[in-house]
């Protein structure tokens, strides 16, 4: 038997590496096998139907939050990031240097999908209260070890995270994001994510002190100092620049602001589209709502006229380099890891809400109707 595993009939949706149109995947030894047109049955072990889905790369989520407490996935990431059609998750920044070794117990225990991590500037991390933020009391900000502890974990630490906001960091002024650079440097040129929700200062001005690689995340967000000036019409002019540069803008879904409809019409109507699209999924947002998955924030850009092409891109290569796994996830090359999403584009009338209030009625939605990790299933939605 040539396979372990064969999808058939689908239509294949891989745009990081221009794979498109009726395919079949064959899977074996955990890796895709061959990704062409009738591949023989007779020569798989098991067959699937995907007649009348989307096969793509199992999807990446490059923003979400694994670790346990109130506001992150911690044992419910397997669970739902299958759902969501998510092979591969990255926390962002919940754990800093004093804590990452109960993250990484969390993710060596209790996490079976792939998990990356960026280290947070603060060593506390993300303290998961309002009361007072990681970065509030300047002694907390911890270069060295943030490096220190992303040199330790190389298989899991990709980046630093700085979260830069109001209550968040100790000063407003562009010194903890040249500190938090500081930190990627000292750690061999890893990335930075930086959240900017309601920053203090002008996006540009935190722009300035970033390298290409670096990442923008809670890109349409609707408060103050994100993409578009004060008016919150145009895209600032520093902003398409940056991008150009590459300077990565993630678009993390989130709550409380952090992903405004009127404001991603405005951005898409003037050509400024997202690099990565990710959820920043917590346990309260993944079971309340308004994100609830990988696939909903998809289908959210869809229903703005984001195509499916780009939208998959944006949730399966792009993130993967980013997270150092080119051509290992995020593709349905062969030889890549056999992690794939079958998905459904159901018709209907789907609600869909932002984090202020807003909401459509998209005539599509994306729904994750199998999820495989390394050539096995990992999820089957149920019979409706
Ligand atoms: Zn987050």
Known sequence: MKYDLLIREGEVVDPGSGLRGPMDVGIANGKIAAVAPALPPEEARTTISAKGRYVTPGLIDVHAHLFVNSSDMGENTDRFCNAGGVTTVCDAGSAGSANFAGLRFVVDRAVRTRARAFVNLAAIGISGTSRCGELSHFPYADPEGCARTIAENRDLAIGVKLRYGPGIVWEYTTEPVKLARQAADMAGGVPLMIHITDTPLPLPDILACMKPGDIITHCFHGRDHGIMGPAKELILKEVVEAQRHGIIFDCAHGRGGHFNFPLIEKALDQGFLPDTISTDLTFTTATRGPVWDLTTTMS?????????????????????????????????????????????????????????????????????????????????????
């Open 300 to 384: 959210k850009l869809l229903h703005f006229g984001v195509g499916l092409d780009a939208v998959v891109l944006r949730a399966t290569a792009t993130p993967a380099k980013i997270l150092g796994l080119e051509g290992v996830v995020g593709t349905l090359r062969p030889g890549a890891n056999a992690d794939v999403a079958i998905l459904e584009l159901r018709d209907g009338d789907h609600e869909l809400r932002d984090t202020d209030g807003n909401t459509v009625t998209a005539k599509r939605r994306l729904i994750a109707q199998m999820t495989l990790k390394d050539g096995r299933m990992r999820y089957e939605r149920p019979p409706e």
